[in-house]
């Protein structure tokens, strides 16, 4: 019997129904995550303590810090199966592509095993840095330099891009690095000035939950831009090395 590999089966991806369920999922998690810091008492049980820490955006380790790299490595993949579309098209878009699939393989490890913070824990150790004042957060005055760096390589690139994707890669940009760093500074002030209490973990929460959106808006770009330049793509996979 032949296998009829002139017309293959089509699997069919619907964008929208993808974003939808990854932004309710995102919403299900800092909502779970106010509760678990609204419930949570240090009176309770180690057990208790423990499953309201684990949906507890602001705490590291637990659920929505696995969906959030889960996210950035998404990203990453769609970002691998562009730099094959682009490379098999031969443009002179490969490199930059690829260097951002790169760039987010790195940032679901750092989300994953909270990189950031061991940055800031390796300079307190070699240097008198302390964990005073707004810019206690070590990390984000390291991280800066690159993202500087990263914005400006990435200029001419950008300016290639169509005005849809352009639009989407840039809010989604600005809304991710407005959080994860413009956010941690004031959440930093505001802790100085009046101490870890509910509103700083609200602001915390805000800070993840637009981390996530931010993510979730650029693998819609993503997405789009997949289906925009490429439409669909063909995989062969080869069980043997003939």
């Given amino acids: 019997m032949k296998n009829n590999v002139n017309n ?20 299900l998690l ?15 049980p180690g057990h208790i303590q423990g ?5 507890n955006s602001a705490a590291e380790g637990n659920l929505p810090t696995y969906y959030s790299a889960f996210l950035l490595l998404c990203s990453a993949f769609l970002l691998l199966v562009i730099t094959l579309g682009e490379k098999k098209r031969k443009t002179k878009k490969v490199k930059y592509w690829i ?9 679901s490890i750092d989300e994953m095993l909270i990189l950031h913070e061991k940055v800031s824990l390796f300079i307190q150790s070699i240097t008198d840095y302390s964990r005073e004042g707004i810019f206690r957060s070590a990390w984000v005055i390291v991280y800066s330099i690159p993202v500087l760096i990263v914005a400006l390589f990435y200029i001419k690139f950008f300016i290639q891009l169509d005005k849809k994707t352009l639009k989407t890669f840039l809010l989604a940009g600005i809304l991710y690095v407005g959080a994860a ?46 289906a925009q330049h490429f439409r669909s793509l063909t995989f062969e996979f080869k069980h043997n090395l003939k």
């Fill in 30 to 44: 800092v909502l779970l995550s106010v509760i678990s810091q609204l419930l949570f008492k240090p009176s309770y």
């Fill in 181 to 226: 760093m413009g956010l941690e500074i004031i959440e930093n002030f505001y802790a100085e000035s009046y101490g870890q209490d509910l509103v700083y973990s609200m602001m915390q929460n805000l800070e993840e939950g637009l981390e996530m959106a931010a993510i979730i808006i650029f693998i819609k770009g993503l997405l789009d831009y997949i």
């Fill in 99 to 107: 260097i951002l699939s790169l760039g987010f393989v790195y940032l």
């Fill in 51 to 55: 499953l309201l820490v684990f949906f």
């Fill in 8 to 27: 293959p089966e089509h699997v069919f991806v619907n964008t929208r129904v993808i974003i939808l369920i990854l932004g309710l999922i995102t919403c």
